[in-house]
């Protein structure tokens, strides 16, 4: 894990991962060559919640926890993707992201994933599936811990102004 990768192998690693299958290749290339390499030992913080959002990850290998406010909330491995592109410009970090094991990251800066999206709309599509996915995967686990009574429910759909099926 030590030594560099090159342009091709970060492309390649970028065609593999799933939601970025049908992203074209030529668009992947020019990601890969924005892409930092960030590297981590166990233990160590990539970033903290709170501070400045350093754009989005994509795990090559390793593991990283997210906690917000001391909860874990997500466990990122390989191929999984972080980052917080559509809060507002200058928002901070929701998340404290710590290396549970020797961990390689693709770091794109916000303005290199914004003008790919520009520039490719299947880089879009998949920066949106990628976030549905994540929303569907949030609220069956909201569903579930109410069904468990380890959570209170939300409300009624008129406390929440989400209009009921007719």
């Known amino acids: 894990m030590n030594a560099t990768l090159t342009l091709v192998e970060k492309t390649v690693f970028l065609k593999s991962v ?20 960030v ?3 166990p233990g160590e913080i990539l970033f903290r919640e709170g501070e400045e959002d350093q754009g989005t990850f ?5 593991l990283v ?3 917000k406010q001391g909860t874990l909330v997500r466990v990122l491995k390989e191929g999984m ?4 592109m559509f809060l507002a410009d ?3 970090h929701q998340y404290t992201a710590t290396a549970r094991a020797p961990s390689l990251l693709l770091n794109l800066r916000r ?18 599936r990628d976030l549905a996915l994540r929303l569907h995967r949030l609220t069956a686990r909201v569903v579930e811990l109410e069904r468990e009574e380890k959570i209170a429910p939300v409300g009624s759909a008129e406390d ?6 007719s």
């Open 18 to 37: 799933e939601v970025l299958a049908q992203v074209p290749t030529e668009a992947l290339a020019q990601l890969a060559a924005r892409a930092l390499e």
């Open 111 to 128: 303005p290199d994933v914004l003008d790919a999206m520009l520039e490719y709309p299947e880089f879009g599509v998949a920066m949106v």
């Open 81 to 84: 993707t972080q980052g917080e």
């Open 160 to 165: 929440q102004a989400i209009e009921p099926p």
């Open 65 to 67: 926890e997210l906690e």
């Open 39 to 41: 590297r981590a030992e």
């Open 58 to 62: 994509i795990m090559v290998e390793g």
């Open 90 to 92: 200058n928002e901070p």
